[in-house]
């Protein structure tokens, strides 16, 4: 194959990279509409307290609903707007429709919201918060922000900064996936999180040795800091048996609830919150 690449060879190339970049294009024209004519919508899905076993909360997931190729998950978009911008727009729609449909749940359960670390260098991001919360009436408290390891690839001022006035306006900062990306105990001293979320490969590895293993070391590094953990991607009575008794405090999973629409969330809540 090396030797037909000639000229030829990089004009297939091209194509194929113009090909690639134009659907991207198109794909980004087609979000920038989703967004503004709400063709967005949210699942949510349900996290067990452990032991105690009530819904203490819901993780609010983002899918689109594409008029031709259906239900879109979210790993197929969220990508394509934090390099393209949109995730701003995005997220501020996430925000706002999560705490909408949060006010109408019981008082005790809580709403996890996922942000991008990219929707932190947004100057207006802590007013988008605000906004959220005042607009739907939800007490800051209620409010739980996801944010993955990578926040940490620049470990900078202002990214912590922006965590901790988050956190002044009441709302608790999650740490989520932990132990897949640029996890360091340095940046667990550095910012004080309300909640680390185990990665759902840890979970899954369940009940293998290593797997076990880390979960436990995790678990008591958490106890050891004061910090809750939950653990994700629970799929089996088998991962949950040993989780309880590792000491966990969350869980979220299939074997406890799928992402739901919210008319379903609120049934669950009726019985399980
Ligand atoms: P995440 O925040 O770690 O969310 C958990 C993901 O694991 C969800 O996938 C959920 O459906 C899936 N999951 C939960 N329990 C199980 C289980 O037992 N087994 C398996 N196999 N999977 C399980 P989903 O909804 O496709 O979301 C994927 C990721 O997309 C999320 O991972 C999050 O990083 C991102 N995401 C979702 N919604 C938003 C959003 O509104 N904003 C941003 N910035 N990112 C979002
Ligand atoms: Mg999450
Ligand atoms: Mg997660
Ligand atoms: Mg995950």
Redesign the pocket.
């Given at each position: 194959r090396a030797k037909s690449l000639g000229r030829n060879g990089f004009q297939f190339f091209d194509a194929d990279l113009r090909d690639e970049i134009q659907t991207r294009a198109r794909l980004g024209n087609e979000l920038r509409a989703a967004i503004a004519g709400n063709a967005l919508t949210?699942?949510f899905?349900p996290l067990y307290s452990m032991p105690g076993n009530r819904i203490s909360a819901c993780?609010?997931?983002?899918?689109w609903h594409h008029p031709e190729r259906g239900m879109i998950?979210?790993?197929q978009f969220?990508g394509l707007a934090?390099e393209n911008g949109l995730?701003h727009d995005?997220?501020e729609w996430?925000l706002r429709a999560a705490c909408l449909e949060a006010a109408g749940w019981p008082e005790q359960v809580r709403i996890a919201?996922?942000?991008?670390p990219i929707?932190l260098r947004n100057p207006r991001f802590l007013s988008i918060v605000e906004g959220a919360l005042a607009g739907s009436g939800l007490a800051p408290a209620r409010l739980e922000v996801?944010i993955?390891e990578n926040i940490f690839v620049q470990n900078s001022a202002t990214n912590r900064d922006i965590l901790h006035r988050l956190g002044q306006i009441g709302c608790s900062i999650v740490l989520?996936?932990f132990g897949t990306g640029y996890s360091s105990l340095g940046y667990l001293r550095s910012f004080r999180f309300q909640k680390i979320?185990i990665?759902?490969s840890f979970v899954?590895e369940l009940p293998e040795r290593g797997a076990a293993g880390i979960i436990r070391a995790i678990i008591s590094l958490a106890q050891s800091m004061d910090i809750p953990i939950t653990a994700?991607?629970?799929?089996t009575q088998d991962q949950w048996a040993h989780l309880n008794e590792l000491g966990c405090n969350q869980v979220?999973?299939?074997?406890l609830g799928?992402?739901q629409p919210s008319e379903m969330i609120r049934q669950s809540l009726l019985t399980h919150a």
């Open positions: 949210l699942h899905q993780e609010a997931l983002v899918r998950p979210p790993d969220v934090e995730i995005l997220g996430v919201v996922n942000v991008s929707q996801e993955t989520d996936d979320k990665d759902r899954q994700e991607g629970v799929e979220q999973g299939f074997l799928r992402p």
